[in-house]
């Protein structure tokens, strides 16, 4: 089961600021990003344009953190992605660069 925390949406036309999932123990490292980012982009899973081995080594993903407390963040389809070492993803979307 999912529980989604959903920063608050600039305009109904907009997407999400940021969303928060803890991901269950049915769900591994993987699935929960590209859920994540697919809700955040208002997509279906499915259909994000880039898989996500292109831009990190998904498979060692889910055991990076071993014993160790901390997070990992990275860009993904336009969203900066942060992984807790608690199952936590956070995916909000890249900044615009300030002029």
């Known amino acids: 089961m999912w529980r989604a925390d959903v920063g608050p949406a600039a305009a109904p036309a907009t997407r999400l600021t940021q969303i928060t999932m803890c991901r269950s123990s049915q769900q591994t490292t993987v699935e929960s990003i590209v859920t994540a980012v697919a809700q955040q982009k208002g997509v279906d899973p499915t259909a994000l344009e880039r898989p996500l081995y ?5 498979e060692s993903l889910g055991d990076f953190f071993g014993d160790t407390v901390g997070e990992i963040t990275f860009e993904y389809l336009d969203t900066v992605v942060t992984v807790g070492s608690d199952g936590a993803v956070s995916v909000r979307p890249v900044a615009a660069p300030t002029p």
Not at 54 to 58: Q, Y
């Open 54 to 58: 292109e831009v990190i080594d998904s």
